[in-house]
């Protein structure tokens, strides 16, 4: 009935039509040529390139005599380099820093609103760290409030890095926290619990129509009282899940860390494993065959390890420190594709160089690393919009003092950070 009213509106479509035209001065918007002494282009380091950026995407990359300068306002920017925008791959912009407040408080104390208030700062401390994009990997129990999150730093209200969000997270029942509570009560969970062939159906299309864009699904956990992780889903459980998100056109990531609950991550179709702590050369094999990408999140380990009061650099590496950077030479080893992300939240927002850092101290070559957190998350994420400095593509860029490809530290040193064409640094 209202539409039909719509409808006779004459003035109503004359404004409407209006709306759908570019607006006014689109085409005579300022290119900006961008003159650092290097440009990463996301798979390549080139001295003395140049990049030509007009409205929100990039015009033109080469060396700095062949990039055409006219009608451009120049940027200088000597002794950085350029890179795109860096992606984060695993973040929970609805946590804090668990030395801060545990995760159970975090989950079950904190007011929603409060949590929400704190994701803003979180958004925007990434965003001037240089992650322009993030996948964000579970709310932990702030039901969808990474949609709204999403839409809001979307919409230019507030500022933030552009989102992946995969909303709730699905686990088996009983598997999840928070714990240590008796038995005879029902705790609220950080993740929505689901098992079996509907309900897993209906779970997955539940949290894609309120707006996953990814579904991510735990493998294994530690559950019950037995304090190591073991596997949660069965095969046909996760194969379901995929086949779902799947057939709307949505990836799969997987948090497991035991070998059996990345077996069975792998061959349901799982995109990502998260963790991967106890992979052997067996499965790394298999996700090599499989094209799985691992998102080591060496840093959450780390971060943890330390809240429990390892002294690094000064006491003995724990077994799970130790444990991890054997796995993840191997994963190296056998040519898995090395997604980064750290599992920001566990440490702080902002500081999610950190994994960069962790990477190259655990074995892989700074440009290597480069090209993870930029045209290799791209990649894995099917984000064709970024990730590379092509024509064509989102004028997402940082520039950083120095060359990170020689000292990965230098990626710390932000200081042209360009999202959308826009400079949101000072
Ligand atoms: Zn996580």
Known sequence: MFLLNYLRLPALWLALSFFDQPPAGRFEEAARLLKPDRVFDGETMHE???????????????????VPAAGAEVVDLKGTTLLPGLIEGHSHLLLHPYNETSWNDQVLKEPRAYRVARATVHARKTLLAGFTTVRDLGTEGADYDDVGLKQAIAQGLIPGPRMIV????????????????????????????????????????????RGADVVKVYADYRWGLMADARPTFSLEEIRLIVETARSSGRPTAAHAATAEGMRRAILAGCETIEHGDAGTPEIFALMKEHKTALCPTLAAGDAVSQYRGWKKGVGPEPENVRQKRVTFRQALAAGVTICFGGDVGVFAHGDNARELEMMVEYGMKPLDVLRSATSVNADVFHLTDRGRIRPGLLADLVAVEGDPAQAIQAIRNVRLIM????????
């Open 48 to 66: 003395g390139w140049a990049v030509r950026v007009r409205g929100e995407r990039i015009e033109a990359v080469g060396p700095a005599g062949s």
């Open 166 to 209: 995969a909303t709730r997270a699905l686990v088996a029942s009983g598997s999840y926290g928070p714990k240590g509570f008796s038995p005879d009560l029902d705790v609220p969970q950080g993740a929505e619990e689901a098992d079996g062939h509907d309900r897993l159906i209906q779970a997955v299309r539940r949290q894609i129509g």
């Open 419 to 426: 999202q959308g064409g826009k400079v949101v640094n000072n």
